[in-house]
């Protein structure tokens, strides 16, 4: 297949240059040994940003510690997507304060969602001087340069430009696992979904060229990855607006194809755009995860008209019969807000009623938190506090009694599992299914990496189960 180049960039030649001279004076400031501490927040897209800069620090001379006191570079890479995730951030931020007053050349930058907000920039020019770096979430790749331009002596530095449309292709990666791997095939939104912040700190979607997630996808398997999970903020819109001619479950295919015994995984799923077509690839493709995350956010058609969500929940139970059609044993996630403005119980009943109809296997769940600049933020906003978190409770009351029925069904059963984490128990093998549930089996060290097929004996708070 022919890429067509103007959307694609390679990761800048000079950054390595700029790399090559943080080595050396990294050296000279810090030690034979600098250290940087990486501290990710919020979505698996930032978890996947954090294994580039990882990757760039890496290349810089870095080695890797969780603890900031002790760090030479603390890097915060932060979620913007509700207000108690920025709290944790400037609570996080404020202590560095106390590390830098023992280690002065401590560099410290605050990156990601919240970086790339102005009133967060402001706030941490003027109340945070300590503070070296804020950098917003579309000039990742120059990390080199900025930690260059730092270190010998530069001013603050705030970086914040976005939709530059490119996107930057081989990064320097260090992954955190070697079972489990983050593919990202998109970025950014385009839906403006009311209450989001997301459109607005990470700017248009923009599609990556299927032959570039496909060589990362080969290159995965290749080095033993297992379970690989295709990120994107609305996978089911990728390829819009590009000349390639691959929408996502052609792509999906298409990764399906690749030889190997791995999974396939993808997130997240907007209901608007999940078509029958998906469905049906994900029912064909045996290396498809039957596993479908698929935001409803409200029960209440009233309220998704104000979420701006261009579906209603008739669609919604439409796409779960046409997914349960396809593959009875399928396993269905959700992610809800409740207290959206002008949310009232009865609305919020309606969500109830959706989460007993469908019965998830597990769900997110949020209050609502409004977002400085978004359309929601303005509107009226009646129920209190108070009233929204006797909601909350409600909610996940009801669906912990549909999860433990779910579990409980599940004994008898056998399910195929990746075993993918030892002796957090002694002797046992803590493994997922298709359906991505957690399952606890006695099991050797060796078989990290293999796929077994378990019974499940016993639930108590976990999926007890033995190898057959
Ligand atoms: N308040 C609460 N939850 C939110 N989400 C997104 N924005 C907000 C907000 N302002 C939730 C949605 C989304 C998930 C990633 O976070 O449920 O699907
Ligand atoms: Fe936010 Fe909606 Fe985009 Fe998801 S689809 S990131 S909820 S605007």
């Known amino acids: 297949m ?6 694609i960039s390679l990761f800048p030649p000079e950054q390595y240059v700029y790399a090559e001279q943080v080595r050396a004076l990294a050296k000279d400031i810090f030690g034979e040994n600098p250290k940087a501490c990486v501290v990710t927040y919020g979505c698996q897209q930032n978890v996947s940003d954090s294994e580039h800069y990882k990757g760039m620090l890496s290349l810089m001379g870095f080695s890797f510690i969780d603890e900031p006191s002790e760090a030479d570079f603390i890097l915060y890479n932060t979620c913007a997507v509700r207000g108690h995730a920025e709290d944790r951030v400037y609570g996080n931020i404020g ?5 830098k007053r023992k280690r002065p050349n401590t560099i410290l930058a605050v990156c ?7 009133i967060v920039a402001e706030r941490i020019r003027k109340s945070y001087p300590y503070v070296d770096m804020v950098l917003g979430t579309q000039v990742q790749h120059r990390l080199p340069e900025f930690l260059y331009k730092r270190l010998s002596g530069s001013n603050r530095i705030f970086e914040r430009q976005l939709d530059n449309a490119d996107i930057i292709e081989d990064i320097p990666l260090s992954r955190d696992g070697r079972l489990k791997g983050w593919l990202p095939i998109m970025y950014g939104c385009n839906n403006f979904c009311t209450y989001c912040i997301v459109p607005y700190v990470r700017g248009r979607e923009r599609s990556r060229h299927p032959d570039m ?7 995965m398997v290749a080095a033993g990855f297992k379970d690989i999970t295709l990120l994107g903020q609305n996978v089911n819109s990728y390829g819009n607006g590009c000349d390639f001619g691959v929408d996502f479950p052609d792509l999906l295919r298409m990764i399906n ?4 015994d791995f999974r396939i995984r993808f997130m ?5 755009d999940c078509t029958i077509k998906l469905l049906d690839a994900m029912r064909d493709c045996e290396k498809v995860a039957k596993h479908l995350h698929l935001p409803f956010q409200s029960g209440s058609d009233r309220i998704l008209k104000l979420m701006n969500r261009k579906y209603n929940r008739e669609t919604y139970l439409g796409l779960i019969k046409a997914a349960r059609e396809r593959m009875p044993d399928i396993s269905l996630t959700s992610d809800i807000i409740v207290g959206f403005p002008g949310e009232t119980y009865e609305d919020f009943c309606d969500t109830i009623s959706l989460v007993n109809e469908v019965k998830f296997s597990s769900l997110f769940t949020f209050i609502y938190s409004a977002r400085t600049g978004t359309p929601a933020a303005a509107m009226e906003d009646p129920a209190s506090r108070e009233e929204k978190g006797i909601w909350f409770r409600e909610l996940l009351l009801a669906q ?3 999860a433990k029925e779910n579990s409980k069904n599940f004994i008898g059963k056998t399910f195929r599992v990746l075993c993918d984490d030892f002796g957090k128990k002694e002797g046992y093998m803590s493994g997922h299914t298709s359906g991505n549930c957690s399952v606890d089996f006695k099991a050797k060290k060796e078989m990290l990496g293999k796929f077994v097929d378990v019974k499940i004996t016993d639930y108590t708070n976990m999926l007890i189960g033995e190898i057959i």
Not at 95 to 99: D, E, T
Not at 112 to 118: E, H, L, N, S, T
Not at 213 to 219: Q, Y
């Open 112 to 118: 990601g969602c919240m970086a790339q907000q102005d």
């Open 257 to 260: 194809d690749i030889p190997g």
């Open 2 to 7: 022919q890429i067509s180049l103007e959307k």
């Open 400 to 402: 912990e009694k549909i």
């Open 268 to 272: 997240t799923s907007h209901p608007k």
């Open 213 to 219: 997630i496909l060589k990362e996808a080969r290159e």
């Open 95 to 99: 202590v560095v304060k106390n590390y």
